[in-house]
């Protein structure tokens, strides 16, 4: 029954938190590496692009709900997303326009193209701030819990009561759904694969007549798309806050170099290594060795390897040890 | 001279705002925006010299200003004798365990050849040492955090003056910055960019979190200042003396004597103010005009020459016999240091250390728009660029607020887009400095003023 107790608690406090919250980093995660691999520069207005789709998503949402659109049980904001998506394309392919295009045509370095994001960044900032504002914002609605832990207490008679969340579960079908959906994408349809051999050589790509516009255009479109919905996801899981989104990119950085950069399934799991490593290593066993261990040997303090403070110093030291003993990260992505 | 000109045009200008700003704001608020521009200035010029003398990309300087502010901290607050008594003995235990630590994965690396055994052997002591430092820091950390944790729970400083900061902050900033750079250097651009900005985060958290010799979260207030008092000014005669000889001519309308000597109290009050702001302006002018002429020096010497030759070929240079690696090294650690002064600059003007208050938008991402604006590779560019950009990010608000004013003046008083624009006139400042980012980078890539090399 202890054994039954201890493993029901790394599932509530490590396994489902990590397992949404790495979800939730390999959206970005797998964003970060198409910009890269495709368009050749780091992207420093992830973070802030992801807050632009959220909070067009709870336009659309507060909207819905104003004129008495819901779906009952689920949130709001699903049918909210796919109107954000179309136009968060149009932001994309505007700042693409107008920004970008310009540095790519006259083949500038890729620091020139990543200062220039810097600018996107503080633009989409500012534009996000004044629109709705720097403070939290919840936009979820519908039914909060699947399971809540009372329930699960008195249903399996345990001490230990098992939480699941909508948003939790909601977050990894969607990631699994739209990961395999641009897998197949990548990997079985002509312009899929077209874009994979764009990455790996651009030259040849172009002698073979491929579309530079078209991969570019196509690039945008499905970065709009993962950023739309993994800042969503995060935004229904946790809240919406600008600042939280711009900070959000350091670890997603990490989660793409760790991946490998360049390399979408990569990627995507290094979301889900920095996710789990940082709970992992932040999270107080204390409870757990009470539930394994024999009474005497119950430990005294909390069995904490870090303290919660230092979780985004756990996913950049691991990202620091890859860069040095694995510069082109875990699954080969582009050689540094 | 009149190859100069343009500089000449740019920095009259400059100063001419500053001092509009004085004449219709207050002259309070002209001399904070000019010392924090001289701060900028000294921190774009460090951030100068790794990109545009040697083209490294260095997104930590916020953690480098940081640590400035921490050997303010450091240099400058009395010690706590109750805490040393308290915990001392374990932390210098810790910092002994540290050093060993050290030296003997420096042995190992010395004298085995590289293989997995050897990797495992460090990483096994890297691992164990942690858990002993652990072990041996935890109760001297919880005893000096016991100590009187509303005033102090720190083990305190030195209790020096604390311009001496300026320089240990430089020491400690390149300090970083060598072990940053054996780490992070060979990394292609971008990556170091990214590598950067997350080490200077962690350096962040450090700080946030160690309460035992940052007092964290909780602030450090009060420090001490090289400069005088106001409250002690109020009282001074000579310092009266002065203001009133100062306003003669506006004293001398005023008939009436108990209304003369409120109106001189007035202006002693508001005089020793802009008198502790001159103060602070004249130290950071001496700073601002060393490292100017060091880095100009620096930039025509052989060695700048060997710098740019390095920024624009790195395999010819190499081929030359020069010292890439050391060399970028080097230069990475002179920057840093230098932006380690400005943070400690920055703490010494405030007189207080907020860990909270670093972060990247202000303090990393907005040198670089201070670098890029102003003009890499030209220290009068840098400095240039952290004078506008400054200025612009501190008068962003009101002019936001004029031209919103401006363009809603058809609507309204309550009207709800009028309301919500003013409402969220502090984040004009954001958009001002993204367009002014975007518009230079494509319309003049080499900055307000670009680098121009001469050779005599």
């Given at each position: 029954?202890d054994?039954l107790n201890?493993?029901i608690?790394l599932?509530?406090?490590?396994?489902?938190p990590?397992?949404?919250?790495?979800?939730?980093?390999?959206?970005?995660a797998i964003?970060?590496?198409?910009?890269y691999?495709?368009?050749?520069?780091a992207?420093f207005?992830t973070?802030?692009m992801?807050?632009?789709?959220?909070?067009?998503?709870?336009l659309?949402?507060w909207?819905f709900?104003s004129?008495?659109?819901?779906?009952g049980?689920?949130?709001?904001?699903?049918i909210a997303?796919?109107?954000?998506i179309l136009f968060?394309?149009?932001?994309m392919l505007?700042?693409?326009k107008?920004v970008?295009?310009?540095?790519r045509?006259?083949k500038?370095p890729?620091?020139?193209?990543?200062?220039?994001s810097?600018?996107?960044?503080?633009?989409?900032?500012?534009?996000?701030?004044?629109?709705i504002?720097p403070?939290?914002?919840?936009?979820f609605?519908?039914?909060?819990?699947i399971?809540k832990a009372?329930?699960?207490k008195?249903?399996?008679?345990?001490n230990?009561?098992l939480?699941?969340?909508?948003?939790?579960?909601l977050t990894?079908?969607v990631?699994?759904?739209?990961v395999?959906?641009?897998?197949?994408?990548l990997n079985?349809t002509k312009?899929g694969?077209?874009?994979?051999?764009?990455?790996?050589n651009?030259?040849?790509?172009?002698l073979?007549?491929?579309?530079?516009?078209?991969?570019v255009?196509i690039?945008?479109?499905?970065?709009?798309?993962?950023?739309?919905?993994?800042?969503?996801l995060?935004?229904?899981?946790?809240?919406?806050?600008p600042?939280?989104y711009?900070?959000?990119?350091l670890?997603?950085?990490a989660?793409?170099i760790?991946?490998?950069i360049g390399?979408?399934?990569?990627a995507?799991?290094?979301g889900?290594?920095?996710a789990?490593s940082?709970i992992?290593?932040t999270?107080?066993?204390?409870?757990?060795?009470m539930?394994?261990?024999?009474?005497n040997?119950?430990?005294?303090s909390?069995?904490?390897?870090?303290?919660t403070?230092?979780?985004f110093?756990v996913?950049?030291s691991i990202?620091?040890?890859v860069?040095?003993?694995?510069?082109?990260g875990?699954?080969?992505?582009?050689?540094l | 001279?009149r190859?100069n000109?343009?500089?000449?045009?740019?920095?009259?200008?400059?100063?001419?705002?500053i001092?509009?700003?004085?004449?219709?704001q207050?002259w309070?608020?002209?001399?904070?925006?000019?010392n924090?521009?001289?701060i900028s200035?000294?921190?774009?010029?460090?951030?100068?010299i790794q990109?545009?003398?040697?083209?490294?990309?260095?997104?930590g300087?916020m953690?480098?200003?940081?640590l400035?502010?921490?050997?303010a901290?450091?240099?400058?607050?009395?010690?706590?004798?109750?805490a040393?008594?308290?915990g001392?003995f374990d932390?210098?235990?810790?910092?002994?365990?540290?050093?060993?630590?050290v030296?003997?994965?420096?042995?190992?690396?010395?004298?085995?050849?590289?293989?997995?055994?050897?990797?495992?052997?460090?990483?096994?002591?890297?691992?164990i040492?942690i858990?002993i430092?652990?072990?041996?820091?935890?109760p001297?950390i919880?005893?000096?955090?016991?100590?009187?944790p509303?005033?102090?729970?720190?083990?305190?400083g030195?209790?020096?003056?604390?311009?001496?900061?300026w320089?240990?902050g430089?020491?400690?900033?390149?300090g970083l910055?060598?072990?940053?750079?054996?780490?992070?250097?060979g990394?292609r651009?971008?990556y170091?960019?990214i590598?950067?900005?997350?080490?200077?985060?962690?350096?962040i958290?450090i700080?946030?979190?160690?309460?035992w010799?940052t007092?964290?979260?909780k602030?450090?207030?009060?420090?001490?200042?090289?400069a005088p008092?106001?409250v002690d000014l109020?009282?001074?005669e000579?310092?009266?003396n002065l203001?009133e000889?100062?306003?003669?001519g506006k004293l001398a309308?005023?008939?009436?004597l108990a209304?003369?000597?409120a109106?001189?109290?007035?202006?002693?009050?508001?005089g020793?103010?802009?008198?502790v702001?001159l103060c602070y302006?004249?130290l950071?002018?001496?700073v601002v005009i060393v490292?100017?002429?060091l880095?100009q020096?620096?930039?025509y010497?052989?060695?700048?020459?060997m710098m740019?030759a390095?920024?624009?070929?790195?395999?010819?240079?190499n081929?030359?016999?020069k010292?890439?690696?050391k060399?970028h090294?080097?230069?990475?650690?002179l920057?840093s240091?230098?932006?380690?002064?400005a943070?400690?600059m920055?703490?010494?003007?405030?007189?207080?250390?907020t860990p909270g208050?670093?972060?990247?938008?202000?303090?990393?991402?907005?040198?670089?728009v201070m670098?890029i604006?102003?003009?890499?590779g030209?220290n009068?560019?840098?400095?240039l660029g952290?004078?506008?950009v400054w200025?612009?990010w501190?008068?962003?608000?009101?002019?936001?607020l004029?031209?919103?004013?401006?363009?809603?003046?058809?609507m309204?008083?309550?009207?709800v887009l009028k309301?919500h624009l003013i409402?969220?006139?502090?984040?004009?400042?954001?958009?001002?400095m993204g367009?002014?980012?975007l518009?230079?980078m494509r319309?003049?890539p080499?900055?307000?003023?670009?680098?121009?090399?001469?050779?005599?």
């Amino acid at each position: 029954m202890d054994f039954l107790n201890a493993i029901i608690l790394l599932l509530n406090y490590i396994f489902i938190p990590a397992l949404t919250y790495g979800s939730q980093l390999a959206l970005g995660a797998i964003f970060v590496t198409l910009i890269y691999g495709i368009l050749r520069f780091a992207n420093f207005a992830t973070g802030d692009m992801m807050s632009f789709g959220t909070m067009v998503t709870i336009l659309f949402t507060w909207y819905f709900q104003s004129i008495g659109i819901s779906l009952g049980v689920l949130p709001t904001a699903l049918i909210a997303i796919p109107f954000a998506i179309l136009f968060m394309i149009i932001y994309m392919l505007f700042i693409d326009k107008f920004v970008f295009k310009y540095y790519r045509v006259n083949k500038s370095p890729p620091v020139q193209l990543a200062m220039v994001s810097i600018g996107v960044m503080f633009v989409t900032q500012a534009v996000v701030r004044i629109v709705i504002g720097p403070s939290d914002q919840r936009f979820f609605d519908g039914e909060k819990f699947i399971i809540k832990a009372r329930e699960f207490k008195e249903m399996t008679g345990l001490n230990e009561g098992l939480a699941l969340k909508s948003t939790q579960v909601l977050t990894i079908f969607v990631t699994i759904v739209l990961v395999s959906l641009l897998f197949w994408f990548l990997n079985k349809t002509k312009t899929g694969k077209s874009m994979k051999a764009y990455s790996d050589n651009e030259d040849l790509a172009l002698l073979s007549g491929i579309d530079p516009k078209r991969i570019v255009m196509i690039t945008w479109i499905i970065a709009g798309i993962l950023a739309t919905i993994g800042g969503a996801l995060y935004g229904l899981d946790k809240s919406f806050k600008p600042f939280t989104y711009f900070n959000n990119m350091l670890p997603i950085f990490a989660a793409a170099i760790v991946g490998g950069i360049g390399n979408p399934f990569g990627a995507f799991l290094g979301g889900y290594v920095i996710a789990f490593s940082e709970i992992f290593l932040t999270y107080a066993y204390k409870k757990f060795f009470m539930y394994i261990l024999p009474e005497n040997m119950e430990p005294e303090s909390l069995v904490q390897l870090l303290s919660t403070d230092y979780k985004f110093a756990v996913s950049f030291s691991i990202l620091v040890i890859v860069l040095l003993y694995r510069p082109s990260g875990i699954f080969k992505g582009k050689v540094l | 001279m009149r190859k100069n000109l343009n500089v000449i045009a740019a920095y009259s200008i400059m100063m001419g705002l500053i001092i509009l700003v004085g004449i219709f704001q207050s002259w309070n608020v002209a001399l904070s925006i000019f010392n924090l521009c001289l701060i900028s200035a000294v921190m774009t010029m460090g951030a100068n010299i790794q990109w545009g003398y040697a083209g490294l990309i260095n997104f930590g300087i916020m953690g480098y200003t940081a640590l400035g502010g921490l050997a303010a901290v450091l240099i400058s607050v009395d010690p706590v004798q109750e805490a040393w008594r308290a915990g001392g003995f374990d932390i210098l235990m810790c910092l002994w365990l540290i050093i060993a630590m050290v030296f003997a994965i420096r042995f190992i690396s010395k004298n085995f050849q590289k293989s997995k055994f050897r990797t495992y052997g460090i990483a096994a002591i890297i691992v164990i040492g942690i858990v002993i430092i652990r072990i041996t820091a935890e109760p001297g950390i919880e005893a000096i955090e016991g100590v009187n944790p509303a005033k102090t729970g720190f083990l305190g400083g030195f209790g020096l003056p604390i311009i001496f900061s300026w320089i240990v902050g430089a020491f400690f900033a390149g300090g970083l910055a060598f072990i940053v750079g054996k780490v992070a250097l060979g990394l292609r651009a971008d990556y170091l960019a990214i590598a950067t900005l997350l080490i200077s985060e962690i350096v962040i958290a450090i700080i946030k979190h160690e309460d035992w010799l940052t007092r964290g979260v909780k602030n450090v207030i009060g420090l001490k200042r090289p400069a005088p008092y106001e409250v002690d000014l109020q009282t001074t005669e000579w310092f009266i003396n002065l203001v009133e000889k100062f306003n003669s001519g506006k004293l001398a309308l005023i008939s009436n004597l108990a209304d003369r000597q409120a109106a001189l109290n007035q202006m002693v009050i508001e005089g020793s103010t802009v008198f502790v702001k001159l103060c602070y302006s004249g130290l950071f002018l001496i700073v601002v005009i060393v490292l100017l002429i060091l880095t100009q020096k620096a930039l025509y010497s052989p060695w700048g020459r060997m710098m740019r030759a390095i920024r624009d070929n790195e395999e010819a240079a190499n081929a030359m016999g020069k010292n890439v690696v050391k060399q970028h090294l080097l230069i990475f650690i002179l920057g840093s240091a230098i932006v380690g002064i400005a943070g400690a600059m920055l703490v010494t003007q405030d007189g207080l250390f907020t860990p909270g208050s670093y972060r990247p938008m202000r303090y990393t991402f907005l040198i670089w728009v201070m670098v890029i604006v102003g003009g890499s590779g030209n220290n009068f560019g840098a400095i240039l660029g952290g004078f506008a950009v400054w200025f612009l990010w501190i008068e962003a608000a009101p002019i936001s607020l004029f031209l919103i004013n401006f363009f809603t003046a058809g609507m309204a008083d309550n009207h709800v887009l009028k309301v919500h624009l003013i409402e969220s006139v502090p984040y004009f400042r954001y958009l001002m400095m993204g367009l002014g980012l975007l518009l230079i980078m494509r319309y003049r890539p080499k900055g307000i003023l670009p680098e121009k090399i001469e050779i005599k």
